[in-house]
């Protein structure tokens, strides 16, 4: 069983920057792929960033603004959100667990067997 609490949300202005934590614990380590995905009110969940051994990958969207990083010692990876805009506004979810680790599927939300609850980022304009 694998549990994942994500953290760091809020209210931000466009610009402004936010951390998002997401700790982890049971059976799994954060030093496998990981990912984080968000998912925008009548949207479907769509892929922001991975992580997977010494390997970082991005969505188009975010690439240059968002940065995955991770804290084995810790347990913890993280996303660093920088120059927001209101269309990043969305519950960013925390994934672990990958079916497999090639790229292709590691943006395709079914291939993570586990979630955290999310975590709610809202940028005013």
């Known amino acids: 069983q694998v549990q994942l609490v994500e953290s760091g949300g809020g209210l931000v202005q466009a610009g402004g920057s936010l951390r998002l934590s997401c700790v982890a614990s049971?059976?799994?380590?954060?030093?496998?792929?990981m990912a984080w995905f968000r998912q925008a009110p009548g949207k479907e969940r769509e892929f922001v960033a991975a992580?997977?051994?010494?390997?970082?990958y991005y969505a188009d969207s975010v690439k240059g603004r968002f940065t995955i990083s991770r804290d084995n010692a810790k347990s913890t990876i993280y996303l660093q959100m920088n120059s927001l805009k209101p269309e990043d506004t969305a519950v960013y979810y925390c994934?672990?667990?990958?079916?497999?680790?090639?790229?292709?599927?590691?943006?395709?939300?079914?291939?993570?067997?586990?979630w955290g609850q999310g975590t709610q980022v809202t940028v005013s304009s």
């Open positions: 994934a672990a667990e990958p079916r497999e680790r090639s790229m292709r599927v590691l943006i395709i939300p079914t291939t993570w067997g586990s």
């Open positions: 992580i997977s051994w010494g390997s970082t």
């Open positions: 049971g059976r799994t380590s954060t030093r496998d792929a």
